[in-house]
């Protein structure tokens, strides 16, 4: 779909599901919004040379290649896009800073907090632009439940529970992955980290948290007719304090058995309240206090085109968003903060400040005490 805007390069690393995903997310921005740029999907680069060639052919790369580093050091790619493994995220980023790149990288954006630090300044002392792969947050129902938080419609907020629940990770005898290494980091880090970046987004920043994390399936299969010790969390769970004075909490478990995607939150005020699920990501439960005797309740609000940017995906409400919708917001929102039209949505800096929680949270367990956080700037507005 040639065009007469300038050109945006990209080049992704790694040809597993999340690489796929953003392949289809750059496509559906492409043609849904209105970009600054036209898209160019340039080079996919994997350590398996055949996967990234078999992935140029099949998602419409022009190039592939089975070194990374050639991706990074490729003049004509402006954006570097990585869908690897955790552990590489830190080399693979600083490395792309370095070459001027903007970087955009799945999460978690390092297993360590001050990894994520690392990444963050590097990113502000080049003048690149940054974003990390939240797009849930991207949901016009989240932005929706934030604005009527902001706006007062719950009252003063008193408590938020948020919940991440799925069951992938039930199975005893599933092997061991890189999740379940440390670098990995566990329930906590794999689902908490949306969990808490959930509470941020809705409800400011996190004062003190107070965290637990079990370890359910000590060992599983090594591939090789052992067994190896698992060290990381299946489940986790921390209490918190907001700045605002609102108390809350939070919890996160690879091992819900019969969970597929139970990411939800609540929150009460003094007005009302709002209840989501991600199983049923298109709807928005509130209860008005106001409403009169006989008639109060819980009312679903269905997302549709009043709430942007639904509208240039489908004209009428009831038909829904999917996941790789979600995606192609959140790329679009990044594209336009590439061509300085708005802030990084969920740049290197947010995602620091989500690896800080986990880390906390993780201390906290470890310490079995409450753990003390700096104030951090909040999200950008939805």
Known sequence: MPTDKPKLRIGLIGTGFMGKTH????????????????????????????????????????????????????????VVDITAPNAFHKEMALAAIKAGKHVYCEKPL?????????????????????????????????????????????????????????????????????????????????????????????????????????TVIDSRPDGKGGRRSVEVDDVGRAFLRFASGATGSIEASWIAMGRKMQHDFEVYGSKGALVFSQERFNELHFYNAADAAGRRGFRCIEAGPDHAPYGLFCVAPGHQLGFNDLKAI??????????????????????????????????????AAWVALDEQPAFAPA
Request: charged share 25%; aromatic share 10%; net charge negative.
């Open 23 to 78: 392949v289809f997310g750059f496509a559906a921005a492409q043609r849904v919004f209105d970009l600054p740029y036209e898209i160019v999907l340039h080079t996919v680069a994997d350590r398996n040379e055949e996967l990234a060639a078999d992935a140029a052919r099949t998602l419409g790369f022009a190039k592939s290649s089975g070194d990374w580093r050639s991706l990074v050091a490729d003049p004509e790619i402006d």
């Open 110 to 214: 390092a297993p360590l907090p001050e990894d994520a630090q690392e990444m963050a300044h590097a990113a502000e002392a080049k003048g690149v632009k940054t974003q990390v792969g939240f797009n849930y947050l991207c949901n016009p129902m989240f932005a929706l439940a934030r604005t009527m938080i902001e706006g007062g419609e719950l009252g003063e907020i008193r408590s938020y529970r948020g919940l991440h629940a799925e069951d992938y990770m039930a199975d005893t005898e599933g092997p061991f992955t890189f999740r379940h290494d440390p670098a990995g980091g566990g329930a906590l880090a794999d689902l908490g980290s949306h969990a808490l970046a959930t509470a941020e987004y809705l409800l400011g920043p996190i004062e003190r948290i107070m965290g637990d994390a079990v």
């Open 330 to 367: 959140e790329i679009a929102r990044y594209i336009e903060a590439i061509a300085g039209r708005g802030p990084e949505p969920f740049g290197f800096r947010a995602g620091f400040r989500i690896q800080q929680l986990v880390d906390a949270t993780t201390r906290s367990a470890r310490r």
